[in-house]
């Protein structure tokens, strides 16, 4: 017992300080006198949604961008995991539905086993090559674009992980008791697969959200996210604004996890 002890001491020590350092930092007005009565003050929070337009202005942008790019790698990991276990089940043509199914799963999976550095430097690239054809380069689009190409796997993974564990007879009998396609998939099929869809937007909104990487590389000028605008306050000196804009990261994505969690809940209930 004394062991669980001490692993919980560790675990707390390890996730408490880093937030803790975060959180007063966020509050302290001069670094320099540290954690002392009087160097308190709640400006930084309240500039971010008063006089900072660039901080409300990120969050607004991390939203959009999380909520968009989650739903299009939804729906693009869900058609593909219907596609792949479809073709799996069809009698007709299996060898080179099997050939087909592994190059459609593995380019789903390609942007899990690749640097996320690589893959946004090749998005830009290609969509800068082809810009006169198509303007997306440096457009909010763009950032949707590799947003939704670098979560997919999240959405193959977690859905597919959902369609295992519907069993092949049942489906097998929808369709003999006269279902079409189209009936089974709306009526018993995306029911089931729908706490797997679920799961796997929430994760990627979560992570969309304070995205670093392909924001800094890819955001067009003057575009701000909360990750991009916590690094530029850092950089300008700015350090408890940009934890405030931190802990304000945290409580959205937890709140916004808990509440998704609790009114979809009875809707999950009701599909399973």
Request: glycine share 8%; hydrophobic share 50%.
């Amino acid at each position: 017992m004394s062991g669980w002890i001490y692993i919980g001491l560790i675990l707390l020590l390890a996730i408490g300080i880093p937030y803790f350092s975060i959180l007063t930092t966020s509050v302290i007005k001069l670094r320099g006198y540290g954690l002392q009565a009087g160097n308190f003050t709640w400006q930084h929070y309240r500039e971010l949604f008063t006089a900072n337009t660039k901080g409300r202005q990120a969050l607004l942008n991390s939203v959009g961008l999380a909520l968009s790019s989650a739903t299009l790698a939804s729906i693009l990991g869900t058609a593909t995991v219907l596609r792949l276990h479809h073709r799996q089940t069809a009698a007709a043509g299996r060898r080179r539905g099997l050939k087909s199914d592994r190059l459609l799963e593995a380019t789903a999976l390609l942007p899990e086993m690749l640097p996320s550095i690589v893959l946004v430097i090749g998005i830009m690239l290609f969509w800068n090559r082809i810009y006169r054809l198509i303007p997306l380069y440096n457009t909010l689009g763009i950032m949707v674009l590799a947003y939704t190409v670098l979560f997919l796997p999240y959405s193959v993974q977690y859905v597919s992980s959902a369609y295992s564990q519907l069993s092949p007879s049942l489906l097998a009998a929808a369709s003999v008791a006269g279902g079409r396609p189209a009936y089974v998939l709306r009526r018993i099929t995306l029911p089931l697969l729908f706490k797997g869809i679920l799961s796997g937007w929430i994760m990627i909104f979560i992570i969309a959200f304070r995205e670093l990487v392909t924001a800094s590389l890819i955001a067009p000028p003057d575009t701000l996210v909360v990750s991009t605008y916590i690094l530029r306050e850092f950089e300008q000196g700015s350090v408890s604004s940009g934890m405030a804009m931190a802990v304000l990261c945290v409580l959205f994505t937890t709140g916004s996890l808990l509440l998704l969690t609790r009114l979809l809940k009875p809707a999950v209930r009701r599909q399973t």
